[in-house]
T-cell receptor, first 114, second 117 residues
Framework: GDSVTQMEGPVTLSEEAFLTINCTYT??????LFWYVQYPGEGLQLLLK?????DKGSNKGFEATYRKETTSFHLEKGSVQVSDSAVYFC?????????????FGTGTRLQVTL | KAGVTQTPRYLIKTRGQQVTLSCSPI?????VSWYQQTPGQGLQFLFE???????NKGNFPGRFSGRQFSNSRSEMNVSTLELGDSALYLC????????????????FGPGTRLTVL
């Protein structure tokens, strides 16, 4: 079945550092890929998405490119802020029929310090 | 536009009891999905409802059930609670598009945190 693997956390960075959170996936067909963010005590928020190969999703300074050849969707940000501290989830959605079912990675906790 | 609301936000039950959680989707959204989030298993898909019909189901025992009403509000029920059912239960709604290949973005509620003692 479909699966998502993302790097273990926590990731601890100083403010203004460069962020990369790795994500790879296994899926049949052509899934859509997402990054969701969860702030303490809250539900999930969609951060960015890409629906086909070579698409780049971007939002709030975060970017991720759908790489079909490496089955990857790594999250990057050039300069993190303390307010970016949260848990980040990589996810995929089957593009055929069951488009509302998301398969998530285990999440990566990001801690940004001053 | 109001977001997805879930009630109650916190719940404490004892083993063997049953519980019902409620989810009100964003107005106009007809698809509602439920997820369980635990530290050990992460986020796992429970089931999805569309137009009062269960469209998809995850790998959970029959103690977990759900339903959707004509106004798209959804409830999930867990019977004979076990300690391992302690989790954050998240509901997500989406406006289901008909075009093949279009992604139906899911909007998540804040969750209901269930503690089983």
């Amino acid at each position: 079945g479909d699966s998502v693997t993302q790097m273990e956390g926590p990731v601890t960075l100083s403010e203004e550092a460069f962020l990369t959170i790795n994500c790879t996936y296994t899926a049949t067909g052509y899934p859509s890929l997402f990054w969701y963010v969860q702030y303490p005590g809250e539900g999930l928020q969609l951060l960015l998405k890409a629906t086909k190969a070579d698409d780049k999703g971007s939002n709030k300074g975060f970017e991720a490119t759908y790489r079909k050849e490496t089955t990857s969707f790594h999250l990057e940000k050039g300069s993190v802020q303390v307010s970016d501290s949260a848990v980040y989830f990589c996810a995929l959605s089957d593009s055929y029929g069951t488009a509302s079912k998301l398969t998530f990675g285990t999440g990566t906790r990001l801690q940004v310090t001053l | 536009k109001a977001g997805v609301t879930q009630t109650p936000r916190y719940l404490i039950k004892t083993r063997g009891q049953q519980v019902t959680l409620s989810c009100s989707p964003i107005s106009g959204h007809r698809s509602v999905s439920w997820y369980q989030q635990t530290p050990g298993q992460g986020l796992q898909f429970l089931f999805e409802y569309f137009s009062e019909t269960q469209r998809n189901k995850g790998n959970f025992p029959g103690r977990f059930s759900g339903r959707q009403f004509s106004n798209s509000r959804s409830e999930m029920n867990v019977s004979t609670l076990e300690l391992g059912d302690s989790a954050l239960y998240l509901c997500a709604s989406s406006y289901l598009k008909r075009t093949s290949g279009d992604y139906n973005e899911q909007f998540f509620g804040p969750g209901t945190r269930l503690t089983v003692l």
